[in-house]
């Protein structure tokens, strides 16, 4: 059964002090793996897709990358406008989004 | 900004009252959806429309009913919600319903059932 889970549930950071998010995954034939942002309510902002193991991509403070069973979001020297919920999702094979439960992210000054 | 644009962003309405969510979006994407949001849980998927058709469909109860005038439009058509209904509506789009292509979500409409 494809599954996603993500750790941990919360994670409060001191502002600049850097972490990481983990997302596994377990799908027959990965189609690639996206990250979103989500404020509260509001929808949530399309931040990566990776699609191969070894693959890395950056953006601002934020890197993500891919292994064949997990995912990593790394937060680099966060700041309060980094707080947010982080989800990752990947394609079922019928190209129906499994989503993580997420990951609550607080930055503090 | 999102290019998905939902309309509107806060609705209000009785069990008995029949209302509309709206979403467009121009960046010529072929495939169309519709998730339900709860607090402090992920999407979860209701509809799918790829070049205008529906395409799936969750199970979704027929008091919500989907609607897809053309390739940029598509809306939610609702009528005898219960509060249990109460959610964020997501429209989202992307290029086609093919697996792997990004999905881009609009900012949401938020329901309340009285």
């Known amino acids: 059964e494809d599954q996603v889970t993500q750790s941990p549930e919360a994670l409060r950071l001191q502002e600049g002090e850097s972490s990481s998010l983990n997302c596994s995954y377990t799908?027959?034939?990965?189609?690639?793996l996206f990250w979103y942002r989500q404020d509260p309510g509001k929808g949530p902002e399309f931040l990566f897709t990776?699609?191969?193991a070894g693959e890395e991509k950056e953006k601002e403070r934020l890197k993500a990358t891919l292994t064949k069973k997990e995912s990593f979001l790394h937060i680099t020297a966060p700041k309060p406008e980094d707080s947010a919920t982080y989800l990752c999702?990947?394609?079922?094979?019928?190209?129906?989004?499994?989503f993580g439960a997420g990951t609550q992210v607080v930055v503090t000054p | 900004d999102t290019e998905v644009t939902q309309t509107p962003k806060h609705l209000v309405m009785g069990m008995t009252n029949k209302k509309s969510l709206k979403c467009e979006q121009h960046?010529?994407?072929?495939?169309m959806y519709w998730y339900k949001q709860k607090a402090k849980k992920p999407p979860e998927l209701m509809f799918v429309?790829?070049?205008?058709?529906?395409?799936i469909n969750e199970s979704v109860p027929s008091r919500f009913s989907p609607e897809c005038p053309n390739s940029s439009l598509l809306n939610l058509h609702l009528h005898a919600l219960q509060p249990e209904d109460s959610a964020l509506y997501l429209c989202?789009?992307?290029?086609?319903?093919?697996?792997?292509?990004?999905?881009?979500f609009g900012e949401g409409s938020w329901l309340t059932v009285v």
């Open positions: 960046m010529g994407h072929r495939a």
């Open positions: 990776l699609y191969s």
């Open positions: 999702a990947v394609p079922d094979s019928w190209g129906k989004l499994q």
């Open positions: 429309y790829s070049y205008e058709k529906l395409s």
């Open positions: 989202a789009s992307s290029q086609t319903e093919s697996s792997g292509n990004t999905i881009y």
């Open positions: 799908v027959s034939g990965l189609r690639g």
